[in-house]
C-alpha cells in the first residue's frame, strides 16, 4: 500500500503545485453545462495526476472528472480523480478547492488523498489504518446533539429536481442545528467532518470522483458514509446520495430527511 499512497500524494501535490500557481489566472472557462464550468488547469491537472499514477500503475483503471474511464487491463483496481474538486470556486479565485484521488478496488474503497493547496492540507486515509491530516492522526468530532452541530452541503448543478429537494432539506436542517455551509468543496467539505471541523455533509447526485477519498478520510476517521436513507451506497453507480457524518448525529440527519420522504429524492 505504501507505494500506491506515495503515488497518489506526489499526484495529488504534483497537481495541487499547478493549481496554486494559476490561482487567479484561470484563463479560458468552458462550460460543461449551464453552471458547469471546466478550465484548462482542471484538465492540465488531471493530466499530471493520470501520468504520475500510470507511470507507476500501469494496468490501473481510471475513472476521472474530465477524460472520463479509462479501461484497466489486469488489475481490479479503478483510480477515482477528480483534478479539482470546487471549480467554480477556483474560476472566481474563491480559495477553497482541492486534488481527491481515490483508489478502489472490487467496490472497497482501499486509499484516499484530499489535497487543499491554499491551505497546504493534506487529508489521507488507508483501509483499516486510519486518517491523517499533514500526518497527523485525525478523528471525527463528539458532538452527538444536532442542536449543537455545524453541517455542510452541495448543491448538483444540473439537477433541478434533486436542487429543489436540497433546498426543502437545507432550510429544515439549518433551522435545528448552528448552521449549515455550502462551501463548494465536496471533498473537502467531507474531509472536514474527518477532522470534527463540521458534524456532517450530505449531497444528492453527487459524483463518485468527488466522494470517492473523502468517503474513506470520513470512515477511517471514525464516522460514518451512507445513502441519505442511512444505508450502504453501492461504487457502481456513478452518481449517489451521500451523506456522511461524525456517526453520533446521523440517524437524527436521517430522520428529519425521511420526515418528509425528502431521502428518496
Ligand atoms: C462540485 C463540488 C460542489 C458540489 C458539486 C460538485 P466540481 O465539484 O464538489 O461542492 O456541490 O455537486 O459537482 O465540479 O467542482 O468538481
Ligand atoms: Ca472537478
Same mark, same amino acid.
Given at each position: 500500500?505504501?507505494?500506491?499512497?506515495?503515488?497518489?500524494?506526489?499526484?495529488?501535490?504534483?497537481?495541487?503545485? =499547478?493549481?496554486?500557481?494559476?490561482?487567479?489566472?484561470?484563463?479560458?472557462? /468552458? !462550460?460543461?453545462?449551464?453552471?458547469?464550468?471546466?478550465?484548462?488547469?482542471?484538465?492540465?491537472?488531471?493530466?499530471?495526476?493520470?501520468?504520475?499514477?500510470?507511470?507507476?500503475?500501469?494496468?490501473?483503471?481510471?475513472?476521472?472528472?474530465?477524460?472520463?474511464? #479509462?479501461?484497466? #487491463?489486469?488489475?481490479?483496481?479503478?483510480? $477515482?480523480?477528480?483534478?479539482?474538486?470546487?471549480?467554480?470556486?477556483?474560476? @472566481?479565485? !474563491?480559495?477553497? %478547492?482541492?486534488?481527491?484521488?481515490?483508489?478502489?478496488?472490487?467496490?472497497?474503497?482501499?486509499?484516499?488523498?484530499?489535497?487543499?493547496?491554499?491551505?497546504?492540507?493534506? %487529508?489521507?486515509?488507508?483501509?483499516?489504518?486510519?486518517?491523517?491530516?499533514?500526518?497527523?492522526?485525525?478523528?471525527?468530532?463528539?458532538? &452527538?446533539?444536532?442542536?449543537?452541530?455545524?453541517?455542510?452541503?452541495?448543491?448538483?448543478? &444540473?439537477?433541478?429536481? &434533486?436542487?429543489?429537494?436540497?433546498? /426543502? #432539506?437545507?432550510?429544515?436542517? #439549518?433551522?435545528?442545528? @448552528?448552521?449549515?455551509?455550502?462551501?463548494?468543496?465536496?471533498?473537502?467539505?467531507? *474531509? %472536514?467532518?474527518? *477532522?470534527?471541523?463540521?458534524?456532517? %455533509?450530505?449531497?444528492?447526485?453527487?459524483? =463518485?470522483?468527488?466522494?470517492?477519498?473523502?468517503?474513506?478520510?470520513?470512515? /477511517?476517521?471514525?464516522? @460514518?458514509?451512507?445513502?441519505?436513507?442511512? @444505508?450502504?451506497?453501492? $461504487?457502481?453507480?456513478?452518481?449517489?446520495?451521500?451523506?456522511?457524518?461524525?456517526?453520533?448525529?446521523?440517524?437524527?440527519?436521517?430522520?428529519? $430527511?425521511?420526515?418528509?420522504?425528502?431521502?428518496?429524492?
Amino acid at each position: 500500500m505504501t507505494k500506491l499512497k506515495d503515488t497518489a500524494i506526489k499526484a495529488a501535490r504534483a497537481a495541487g503545485e =499547478l493549481i496554486l500557481q494559476r490561482l487567479g489566472d484561470v484563463g479560458k472557462i /468552458e !462550460y460543461k453545462g449551464v453552471f458547469n464550468l471546466v478550465t484548462d488547469v482542471d484538465k492540465a491537472a488531471e493530466k499530471i495526476i493520470i501520468g504520475i499514477l500510470h507511470k507507476e500503475f500501469p494496468d490501473d483503471a481510471i475513472l476521472a472528472e474530465e477524460s472520463g474511464v #479509462t479501461d484497466g #487491463t489486469g488489475t481490479k483496481r479503478r483510480w $477515482l480523480i477528480d483534478p479539482i474538486d470546487g471549480t467554480t470556486n477556483f474560476a @472566481h479565485s !474563491y480559495p477553497f %478547492f482541492c486534488v481527491s484521488i481515490a483508489l478502489e478496488e472490487a467496490g472497497q474503497l482501499l486509499l484516499g488523498v484530499v489535497f487543499n493547496p491554499v491551505a497546504n492540507e493534506l %487529508f489521507c486515509a488507508e483501509k483499516g489504518a486510519g486518517a491523517w491530516l499533514n500526518d497527523k492522526p485525525i478523528k471525527v468530532s463528539k458532538v &452527538s446533539k444536532l442542536e449543537e452541530s455545524l453541517l455542510s452541503t452541495g448543491f448538483h448543478s &444540473s439537477s433541478r429536481a &434533486s436542487e429543489h429537494s436540497n433546498r /426543502e #432539506t437545507f432550510m429544515r436542517i #439549518t433551522d435545528r442545528t @448552528h448552521g449549515v455551509r455550502r462551501d463548494g468543496s465536496a471533498a473537502l467539505d467531507m *474531509c %472536514f467532518v474527518a *477532522c470534527g471541523r463540521t458534524e456532517g %455533509f450530505w449531497e444528492r447526485q453527487i459524483a =463518485l470522483w468527488d466522494i470517492g477519498a473523502g468517503t474513506i478520510i470520513v470512515k /477511517e476517521a471514525g464516522g @460514518h458514509v451512507t445513502d441519505l436513507s442511512g @444505508h450502504d451506497f453501492d $461504487l457502481k453507480n456513478l452518481r449517489v446520495n451521500i451523506l456522511a457524518s461524525n456517526k453520533l448525529v446521523h440517524q437524527q440527519i436521517v430522520g428529519i $430527511l425521511a420526515e418528509t420522504q425528502l431521502a428518496k429524492n
